[in-house]
């Protein structure tokens, strides 16, 4: 639940609410300081009639050079799942919880940083004016800070994936909710992870057959 004090987006949504509004607007956010040292906004990707909606956590390294969601390592196993679950990405709209790479920087190398529960509020005007955009039927929620940012810091992706779930607020998509891509990539048994990740996917396909 967002505190009165927290920073916010709200004030850089446009007035006219389709992508291609959004998008240009979000370009210039500055909701909150994530902004200062990602290189560009990265917003979602996809058509306005996308049936399905896939939220991730953040743009990593690629994608905040490259200005597109999973488009790094975590994309190109995220894309491997989805041709495992038979779901076309081609006909998904994708995007984060939180618009800019945060990192911390080792080296030469930056390092993903896990968002704070205030800057995924803060981001979350941009999530809500594209889920309005887009009207999906269902969102896959990959990973906790995507699910956190729906149902709330208690919420446990270990507890409650690969199940349809119903939007905190009446008339809203049904929602899955699994693990990251990230994570199967960290996985030490990596086909266990990714067969689950698929299986959950499948779920979200299956629901919308
Ligand atoms: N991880 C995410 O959550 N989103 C991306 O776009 C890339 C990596």
């Known amino acids: 639940m967002p505190k009165p004090d927290w920073p916010t987006a709200a004030a850089f949504l446009p007035a006219e609410h389709d992508l291609e509004h959004l998008r240009a607007a979000a370009a210039e956010c500055r909701g909150c300081p994530l902004h200062e040292h990602?290189?560009?906004?990265?917003?979602?990707?996809?058509g306005p009639d996308a049936?399905?909606?896939?939220?991730?956590?953040?743009?990593?390294?690629v994608e905040d050079q490259e200005g597109e969601p999973f488009v790094g390592p975590a994309g190109r196993l995220l894309n491997r799942a989805?041709?495992?679950a038979q779901i076309d990405r081609a006909d998904v709209y994708l995007?984060?919880?939180?618009?800019?790479?945060?990192?911390?920087?080792?080296?030469?190398?930056?390092?993903?940083?896990t968002p704070d529960t205030w800057q995924v509020a803060a981001c979350r005007p941009w999530l809500d004016a594209e889920l309005?955009?887009?009207?999906?039927?269902?969102?896959?929620?990959?990973?906790?800070?995507?699910?956190?940012?729906?149902?709330?810091?208690?919420?446990?992706?270990?507890?409650?994936?690969?199940v349809l779930l119903p939007w905190p607020v009446e008339g809203g998509p049904q929602t899955v909710a699994t693990i990251h891509p990230s994570a199967v990539l960290r996985?030490?048994?990596?086909?266990a992870a990714l067969a689950g990740l698929v299986a959950d996917l499948r779920v979200a396909a299956q629901a919308l057959a």
């Open 95 to 113: 995007t984060n919880a939180v618009k800019h790479f945060k990192f911390t920087v080792r080296g030469k190398r930056r390092i993903h940083a």
């Open 132 to 162: 309005q955009a887009v009207r999906p039927d269902l969102v896959v929620l990959l990973g906790a800070t995507a699910a956190k940012s729906v149902y709330g810091s208690s919420f446990r992706v270990t507890q409650s994936r690969g």
């Open 38 to 46: 990602a290189t560009q906004t990265v917003f979602g990707r996809g």
């Open 82 to 84: 989805l041709e495992d």
């Open 187 to 191: 996985a030490d048994d990596r086909g």
């Open 51 to 61: 049936r399905l909606a896939l939220v991730g956590e953040q743009p990593g390294d």
